[in-house]
């Protein structure tokens, strides 16, 4: 996929709905990785559960796996 070679290329972590196509391709390499968001939340629980994310972790704790978003606590 070009968006997960371009993320690869700029060292990026990519952001998806789309969590079953970037899966097997997480594992892949320890260059990106990918947040997989859940389609049953609200546009509004999506920005506050992404950014809890971003400010707990760091890039290096998100690089090369998939980090799952959902409606669970």
Do not use: C, W, Y
């Amino acid at each position: 996929m070009k968006v997960f070679q371009l993320a690869k290329q700029e060292g990026r972590i990519l952001v998806t709905l789309n969590i079953k196509h970037f899966k097997p391709l997480v594992s892949t390499t320890r260059l990106t990785g990918v947040i997989g968001v859940s389609e049953n939340l609200t546009l509004s629980q999506i920005d506050k559960k992404l950014t809890a994310l971003l400010n707990k972790s760091t890039k290096k704790s998100l690089l090369g796996k998939l980090t799952i978003i959902s409606g669970e606590i």
